[in-house]
């Protein structure tokens, strides 16, 4: 009974349906464009606002060999096969020495330390193409040999060509550098202190430097010929030492930039030591602004 009774209202629903639901659907595809370019615009401007994706740095080969070049934040390490790597050095960059270093810590060595013809072993992070250094490790009696060969002294030069000879000589054939500019700070006799126009010239060479691509600067102290060897070759050493740490903390020299400070006492004069005039060019320290002549240019 319920059933006959039921079934007309049955009728009409399904009726309804049908007739609603084309509408239903007519509806949905006249809206959905809408909502697919409203998307889309979204999509375009999230993708444009996103910021560059950073090249991830992985653990990189550990590279052992000779420093044969440096130049600026980068040295370039060949090993015994010859092949030459180029990799770079920051303030983070951990530099060891074995067995000490001169009696000091040998953790916390400066990257002036870095000589050309010293053997390193160096850890490495890579990023993309690109080497860093995390560590660089040195045997002590290699330094020793290094630094004499980049001390050793030069004879013989006048006083034109002193720097650029001496600096050729002690290099060997290990690496030689063309000398761009050289500046000479003076100072009293006896005396290690800068004096207001020596600060000013020091931070324009630095300036100078600054502007000249893959440049190093070397530091070498000298004196005049008074007083014995042993005082002057300290005096020399402590006016370097002034200058280096002037020259890094007021005038901003990065100190891997820097190449291993030297004294030369009364060696080279630039003047003759007979006079007072002469006396006074003669204590000095010299900057010189270097670049590696397998980087120069580059």
Request: hydrophobic share 40%; proline share 4%.
């Amino acid at each position: 009974m319920s059933f006959f009774t039921d079934r007309p209202r049955i009728v009409f629903l399904l009726a309804t349906l049908a007739v609603s639901a084309p509408a239903t659907l007519y509806a949905q595809q006249e809206t959905a464009p809408a909502q697919q370019q409203t998307t889309g615009a979204d999509l375009n401007v999230s993708m444009r606002a996103s910021p560059p994706q950073r090249v991830p740095e992985t653990r990189g080969p550990e590279i052992k060999g000779i420093i044969s070049a440096r130049s600026g934040d980068r040295m370039q390490v060949t090993s015994v096969d010859g092949i030459k790597t180029i990799i770079a050095i920051n303030d983070a960059t951990r530099i060891t020495a074995s067995k000490g270093f001169f009696g000091l810590d040998h953790s916390k060595l400066s990257t002036s330390s870095l000589l050309n013809g010293l053997p390193v072993s160096v850890k490495t992070l890579q990023s993309g193409d690109a080497l860093m250094a995390t560590q660089i490790t040195f045997r002590n009696n290699d330094f020793k040999t290094a630094n004499m060969i980049r001390s050793g002294t030069a004879q013989g030069f006048d006083e034109q060509t002193a720097a650029t000879e001496a600096l050729r000589g002690r290099m060997g054939d290990i690496d030689q550098y063309n000398i761009k500019a050289t500046t000479n700070v003076n100072f009293d006799t006896g005396k290690a202190v800068l004096s207001e126009q020596a600060k000013a010239d020091l931070c324009a060479a630095a300036t100078a430097a600054e502007a000249t691509k893959n440049a190093l600067i070397l530091v070498v102290g000298y004196t005049d010929s008074t007083g014995s060897d042993d005082l002057n070759q300290r005096l020399s050493e402590n006016r370097a030492s002034h200058v280096v740490n002037y020259l890094q903390q007021a005038c901003h020299w990065k100190p891997y930039r820097m190449l291993t400070p030297t004294g030369m006492a009364k060696a080279d004069p630039v003047a003759s030591n007979d006079s007072v005039d002469g006396k006074a060019q003669n204590r000095r320290v010299a900057v010189n602004i270097l670049v590696s002549k397998g980087l120069d240019g580059l």
